[in-house]
């Protein structure tokens, strides 16, 4: 998990810059079809993230609540994990 807190927490400050740059763009009058271009790389850098983050939590978290008997509770965060990616 600490190798995958790296990965997640370095990808979160190259996005970071990233949305830096685009303040900067906008402050700029930079043409919209590149800011609209870098919106769409931030956007699936979140995603990404969001991706990486769910993936440990149920392969991680929920997993361990089948094993110890807590399924209702497993069920209903995947559910709530499945609501969540739909949006």
Known sequence: MNTNKQKLI???KIIEGQVRGLQKMIDGGVYCIDVITQTS???QGLS???DT????HL???VVNQIKSGQTDKAT???LK???L???
Do not use: D, S, T
Request: aromatic share 4%.
């Open 81 to 83: 994990v499945y609501q």
């Open 48 to 50: 990404n993230v969001e």
């Open 76 to 78: 209903k965060e995947i």
């Open 59 to 61: 392969g991680h978290c």
């Open 85 to 87: 990616k739909r949006k």
């Open 10 to 12: 370095r990808r979160l």
């Open 41 to 43: 790389a931030i956007k």
């Open 53 to 56: 983050l769910m993936e440990g």
